[in-house]
Structure formats: C-alpha cells, structure tokens
C-alpha cells in the first residue's frame, strides 16, 4: 500500500464529513442511502479518496444488502483484504491498497460464478462513466 500523503487535517479538507466517516475512520453508511446503491450506468468506480481504480461497473450486481456490490476487483493491487474482527464479528475488511482507504468488507456468499461479494460504501466510490 501505499502510504497516504495527507495527514487527518487534509483528509477532512478533501472529504465530505460521510466519506470521512468511511474511509478514514472505518464507518459505514446506512443501507439503502449511497449514490450508487441502485445505479446502472456504465463506467469505472474509483476511490472516492485518491482515485485508484477499482470496481467496473461490469463486476457490479444487485445483492439487497444495501449497498454496492461487486464480484470481483479490477485488479489484484487494487484492494487490500485484512480480517476483521471489530464488533464480534469475523469479516474481510477491504481497503483501498493506494490510499489505505476503508472501503466495506468482503463476503463469500455471492451469487455469481466467483462466489463474492464485495459489499462496498457508495460514498468511497466515485463513479467515472463511460462515454
């Protein structure tokens, strides 16, 4: 990973008081309230903190959860996977590997042909569409 060039003051400068929350602080939004939740449109989705690639919108699929979900990364150094066993629970923290961004956490019970399911926070996600 990369290590982040900003220090907490800049981050609350650059990021709106939710992506703060998320992604710098480790929260997560509430389900059903993120931009991207139902969105459709084609493009890239990048860190909303650096702008790192990191899902295409082709990976992504409606689970119900509540938020975003992908199947699959847009490349193996995009992401960093770490276990997560905050709030008595044992999960798959998934990180943005540029900035150390939190982005959401990684789940084995996907419904398509890679089994996962990358649950991830709309407000860590910048969607740059096609065209």
């Known amino acids: 990973m990369d290590q982040p060039t900003l220090n907490n003051k800049d981050w609350k400068q650059k990021l709106t008081p939710e992506q703060y929350k998320v ?5 997560t ?3 059903f309230t993120g931009e991207y939740v139902h969105t459709k449109e084609k493009g890239m989705y990048r860190c909303a903190a650096c702008g790192n690639e990191l899902f295409s919108s082709e990976t992504k699929f409606d689970s119900g959860a509540g938020w975003p ?14 276990e997560d066993h905050a709030h008595g629970m ?5 990180t943005c590997a ?25 407000c860590a996600l910048e969607l740059k569409k096609e065209g």
Do not use: W
């Open 90 to 94: 044992n999960r798959v923290e998934v």
């Open 23 to 27: 992604l710098r602080e480790k929260g």
């Open 98 to 122: 540029k900035c150390g961004g939190h982005l959401g956490h990684l789940f084995d019970d996907g419904p398509t042909k890679t089994g996962k399911r990358f649950c991830i926070n709309s």
């Open 69 to 82: 979900s992908f199947d699959e990364v847009a490349g193996n150094d995009k992401v960093v996977l770490t």
């Open 29 to 31: 939004e509430a389900p």
